[in-house]
């Protein structure tokens, strides 16, 4: 039952990244504010990534139940207030809450896995749960189109209620934790510092080069701002009785190299399923939906490979599966860098299901092996982090590969698109070379075993 709930909450976290892009033109026919559209995704993504690592040390904090039921009511309520919204600037807003409640959802739910099955039998649910994020991309624009075009738009907002509510019962009735009460000391100026610096980082990332040149005043103040707080964060939490994110994770060099792989690995992600589709509908002249069609196969190899992993990871061993995966990513990579206006669609297919083998590889093990590394009292924390890197690597590789794009893109002729492209396929491959190259330092099968048990 607590699996269930588990999954339920997941899937309305994830599905909420995707479902909404479908519905954008008719929410923008009917709101207006197209000048502040692209903010409806940002402020999501913002707020997620701030929150996350907050509620990842809450949960080892006050337990698992109390932060699920905070995560999952702001989400409910902030799914409640988009389908109200009247305007743009409110679906905005609306939005930072459901971004907030969704930064407790990820790291809580793999936290409680983590908890509830050992071994083996949390490898093969990290599979399971794994997967949840590549079902969402597959139903997410059929979900949303499906609500515009038979329903109202509003509804993809309001199916989450349901679901949350029932995913609220199922954990927090059935989920039974032993967890100690007293008195905690929370690190109030550590989660202050930590989310006036991130959030000046992230909105420098998605602010430059659209509505701020990189080079202008504004983004090089954001990017100061958020280096001197960075900065005061890390005096904070040397000297905090109970740090936000206690500064002794980073000397565990099995996390830091997960969380180094897993930056590159899902910068590597949103290269290849933002520029791939262009690439399609631009230069080989196919439609919109086919081009969306393209990125499909990754999802689906990815669905698959998640379950199967979770299973064989401890025969084949968790190393040789990540480096294995690894491996296979760079072999896209490459693969894209070789494309020419000549090459059969069937190879863009070809790639794309390479690349969804391989992150399907990569990803599960790689949770399995953050929650073996620390106890229960640091796992919130570990997941969160884990978690963190992946959403900085999507979205400084939305900002890189945005600007390595621009600069060979002025008129929109084919041939600069070409040559765009062309140069980000080059940095994919580098950024998965440079994957393969971090995961090599991971520890061996059996090392990795020995330090789950112990855990």
């Given amino acids: 039952m607590v699996?269930?709930?588990?999954?339920?909450?997941?899937?309305?976290?994830?599905?909420?990244?995707?479902?909404?892009?479908?519905?954008?033109?008719?929410?923008?026919?009917e709101l207006q504010g197209m000048s502040i559209m692209s903010w409806v995704f940002s402020i999501y993504t913002l707020t997620t990534c701030v929150t996350t690592p907050i509620f990842g040390k809450l949960t080892d904090l006050f337990g698992r139940k109390i932060v699920f039921l905070i995560g999952i009511l702001l989400?409910?309520?902030?799914?409640?207030?988009?389908?109200?919204?009247?305007?743009?600037?409110?679906?905005?807003?609306?939005?930072?809450?459901?971004?907030?409640?969704?930064g407790a959802l990820n790291p809580v739910c793999f936290t409680i896995v983590g908890d509830i099955f050992p071994g083996e039998k949390r490898a093969r649910m990290m599979g399971v749960f794994g997967s949840v994020w590549s079902v969402a991309s597959l139903l997410g624009p059929l979900v949303g189109g499906y609500f515009v075009d038979?329903?109202?738009?509003?509804?993809?907002?309001?199916?989450?209620?349901?679901?949350?509510?029932?995913?609220?019962?199922?954990?927090?009735?059935?989920?039974?934790?032993?967890?100690?009460?007293?008195?905690?000391?929370?690190?109030?100026?550590?989660?202050?510092?930590?989310?006036?610096?991130l959030s000046a980082l992230m909105y420098a990332l998605l602010s430059g080069g659209e509505k701020y040149a990189w080079n202008s005043g504004f983004i090089i103040g954001l990017f100061a701002i958020s280096a001197v707080l960075f900065l005061l964060f890390y005096w904070v939490e040397k000297r905090a009785a109970e740090p936000m994110m206690p500064l002794s994770i980073f000397k565990i060099r099995v996390l830091n190299v997960v969380n180094i792989s897993g930056f590159l690995a899902f910068s590597v992600t949103t290269g290849m399923t933002i520029y791939?589709?262009?690439?399609?509908?631009?230069?080989?002249?196919?439609?919109?939906?086919?081009?969306?069609?393209?990125?499909?196969?990754?999802?689906?190899?990815?669905t698959s490979v998640a379950f199967v992993v979770g299973a064989i990871m401890y025969r084949i061993g968790i190393k040789a599966s990540v480096v294995f995966g690894s491996l296979l990513v760079l072999a896209a990579s490459v693969w894209l860098v070789t494309m020419t206006v000549d090459s059969p669609y069937a190879f863009w297919v070809g790639i794309m299901i390479v690349f969804g083998l391989g992150m399907g590889f990569v990803a599960t093990p790689q949770t399995v092996i953050v929650q073996s590394v620390v106890g229960w009292e640091m796992r919130g924390v570990a997941n969160a982090s884990n978690a963190l890197m992946r959403s900085?690597?999507?979205?400084?590789?939305?900002?890189?590969?945005?600007?390595?794009?621009?600069?060979?893109?002025?008129?929109?002729?084919?041939?600069?698109?070409?040559?765009?492209?062309?140069?980000?396929?080059?940095l994919l491959a580098v950024i998965a070379a440079a994957n393969l190259l971090s995961v090599l330092f991971l520890p061996s099968h059996s090392k990795v075993v020995a330090q789950q048990k112990s855990a």
């Fill in 150 to 197: 038979q329903v109202d738009w509003r509804w993809i907002f309001w199916i989450n209620v349901p679901i949350g509510i029932i995913a609220l019962f199922l954990v927090v009735g059935f989920l039974h934790e032993n967890f100690e009460r007293k008195s905690k000391n929370i690190d109030y100026l550590g989660a202050l510092t930590f989310t006036v610096a």
């Fill in 75 to 102: 989400f409910v309520v902030g799914s409640i207030l988009c389908g109200m919204a009247e305007s743009m600037a409110a679906l905005v807003l609306f939005r930072a809450v459901q971004g907030v409640g969704a």
């Fill in 3 to 29: 699996t269930a709930g588990l999954l339920a909450a997941l899937f309305i976290g994830a599905l909420d990244v995707t479902v909404v892009a479908t519905a954008m033109p008719k929410i923008t026919e």
């Fill in 392 to 426: 900085l690597g999507q979205t400084v590789g939305v900002a890189v590969f945005g600007t390595v794009f621009n600069q060979y893109v002025t008129t929109g002729a084919k041939v600069e698109l070409v040559a765009g492209m062309n140069a980000v396929f080059i």
């Fill in 276 to 302: 791939a589709p262009i690439w399609i509908q631009s230069v080989l002249g196919h439609s919109a939906t086919n081009s969306g069609l393209t990125v499909m196969p990754t999802s689906i190899a990815w």
